[in-house]
Nanobody, 116 residues
Framework: QVQLVESGGGLVQPGGSLRLSCAASGSIFSTYVMGWYRQAPGKQRELVARITSGGTNYANSVKGRFAISRDNANNTVYLQMNNLKPEDTAVYLC???????????WGQGTQVTVSS
């Protein structure tokens, strides 16, 4: 069984930066997809970024501001978020999928609030 634990959320002013981490326990293979969704109040869950052995994908709303990376040796995925905007405020959830078309594991989420 895989468990995901996120960290790094918090309150930040517009224009600021945060780095989210998601550590996975259990067997994670480098071919697995890892990534982040976000859920804002009253909005649908949105795919923010994901990383596979073939590359990365980003939501249009975060391109050029966010960067996803992973440390396969430590089963950890990161999300570096720069130039944060109030509309980035959401609960950010880490996920792992065995294939590009499945999400098999979810983290509990970490709150990111962008406000002055």
């Amino acid at each position: 069984q895989v468990q995901l634990v996120e960290s790094g959320g918090g309150l930040v002013q517009p224009g600021g930066s945060l780095r989210l981490s998601c550590a996975a326990s259990g067997s994670i293979f480098s071919t697995y997809v890892m990534g982040w969704y976000r859920q804002a109040p009253g909005k649908q869950r949105e795919l923010v970024a994901r990383i596979t052995s073939g590359g990365t994908n980003y939501a249009n709303s975060v391109k050029g501001r966010f960067a996803i990376s992973r440390d396969n040796a430590n089963n950890t995925v990161y999300l570096q978020m720069n130039n944060l905007k109030p509309e980035d405020t959401a609960v950010y959830l880490c996920f792992v999928g065995r294939t590009s078309y499945t999400i098999n594991y979810w983290g509990q989420g970490t709150q990111v609030t962008v406000s002055s």
